[in-house]
């Protein structure tokens, strides 16, 4: 690995992952949590930055009613307590896409990444967005299959990959 390489670990929050979470958000917590920790040491041994999303929903009641989780302010909206942070890199995010967050983007830019290596959650959902997001702004990205995971079913996973192949994302 260069140190042209950066980790970016996304939404591994409290409500994707703790014990009290949403039935929906069953994802299997003690093997992505150690493949992804696994991974922030690998990456951070090798001089690579490492840098963590947070997907935030705004703290207004309505939200709070309709989704009541990652609701900005609250325990749950945190990184993961099992988490290893490394680094003081940190961002939020309110679409799924993370280089919607101007700083993350300035960040890349500036440190001159020649890819950037994407874990964490959710490997269809916000994980495939960054993805796109990075390829449309002329980022190199790659998804690790190890560090993600998907709650969403076979035909959704299957779209999502034809979206990352033809933006010409990979799998590593």
């Known amino acids: 690995m260069s140190d042209t390489k950066a980790l970016i670990v996304i939404d591994m929050q409290n409500d994707y992952l703790w014990e009290q979470r949403k039935p929906q958000f069953s994802y299997d917590t003690k093997a992505l949590t150690g493949n992804v920790n ?3 040491h690998e990456y951070d041994d ?7 999303i947070r997907h935030l929903i705004q703290n207004l009641p309505t939200n709070r009613l309709l989704f009541g989780y990652s609701i900005a302010g609250t325990e749950g909206a945190e990184l993961y307590s ?30 001159g990444y020649d890819e950037v290596h994407l874990c964490g959650l959710d490997e269809c959902g916000c994980v495939t967005a960054t993805a796109l997001g990075a390829a ?29 192949e033809a933006a010409k994302v990979r799998f590593i």
């Open 38 to 40: 696994a991974l922030i």
């Open 82 to 111: 099992g988490l290893d942070v490394v680094s003081k890199y940190c961002f939020d995010k309110l679409f799924g896409d993370a280089f919607t967050n101007r700083y993350l983007l300035t960040l890349v830019k500036e440190r």
């Open 46 to 52: 090798a001089g690579c930055d490492v840098i963590y």
């Open 136 to 164: 449309k702004r002329g980022i190199n990205a790659k998804i690790i299959s190890r560090g993600t995971a998907t709650v969403f079913p076979g035909k959704k996973v299957e779209k999502a990959h034809q979206k990352l």
